[in-house]
């Protein structure tokens, strides 16, 4: 009989393997773009299926840095896709009642893959609740994990993100701008009241709410307001720092939204507008763009999110049914 252990090798090799046939193609259509200060980004391709790329719309992206691959989480269509390092599509999973309405999704070290769900709420038809539901890599529902110590002024708390970093679960909701940090087993240990740092009033806080959302490897939060068209970094002892400027010319922000960050602590941001990704190094000084408007090869339409991988890849996802493009990143 063959063991679990044996059955999850077998498929990460599958994983690995699918695509293979076709990566040629997909790596031939990259182009290189300006570059600026030694970083450079060109584009390699979209995420895809043996029939082509996948026309995807608003779709969250996270990478298993260990695995090297790609879950997409698609909360219109209830799933999370998998790819491989080679952007190729090895497995899917959803439709699953015991998952719930999927909105976010993270992989642990250990594989285990981690859902932002929401499932009914016992306080009537309307009313959902949150939960983070624990998966094998099957995308079977091994239980879930329930948020516990909420501060005051969370209670309706109703995270729209989710980021897993060194073991520490980071739920935000892009609404309410409020972020809190728990350990794996739901016990909260921080919690931020951005508007309140921002010093924003309700209806600023209405008028916008957060573009982007991650964590780099300090700990520091970093996060987008489109309104404000700026973008901050938040140290974990509370140092607020904002950057970038609006405007049109390379280096400004036209509508600022997803924003990711590497392992140098770059910080790479996406204008949804100018339809370009702004690199910024680690004193977030503006390095370089890559991307541009349209549709031919390393053409963005309406890009609303990224992620970042240890390996140098910068995943953007679009909306308009432009799916993932995929960017190799460098440092000269």
Known sequence: MTSPA????????????????????????????????????????NLAGFTGPILFSGVRVAVDEKTREVYVCDPTQGSVILFNEQGMEVFRFGDDERLGQVYDVAVQDDGTIL???????????????FSIVRCNFRG????????????????????????????VIYLASEGSMRVVAADGQGSVQRSWNLPALLEMTEQEIADTGLGGFAVDADGSLLFTVPATAKAYRLSPAG????????????GRFGVVNGVGVDAQG????????????????????????????????GGLVAPIGVAVASWGRVYVSQNARRGVSVFQVAVN
């Open 140 to 167: 079977e529902p091994l239980g879930r994990i329930e948020m516990s110590g909420l501060p005051e002024g969370f209670e309706r708390f109703g995270p729209s993100r989710l980021v897993l970093r060194d073991g």
């Open 266 to 297: 770059n910080a790479y941001v996406v204008d949804t507008l100018r339809c370009v990704v702004l690199a910024f190094d680690r004193s977030l000084k503006f390095v370089t763009e890559f991307g541009h408007r349209g549709g031919g090869p």
């Open 6 to 45: 044996q059955k999850t090798s077998a498929l990460r090799t599958l994983r690995h393997c699918a695509g293979v046939l076709v990566v040629g193609i997909l790596w031939a259509c990259g182009i290189a773009t300006t570059a600026q200060a030694g970083l450079t980004g060109s584009f390699l391709y």
């Open 115 to 129: 859902l932002l769900s929401y499932f009914p709420s016992e306080r009537g038809m309307n009313d959902r609740d």
């Open 239 to 250: 140092a607020l720092e904002s950057f970038g400027k609006r405007g049109s010319a390379p």
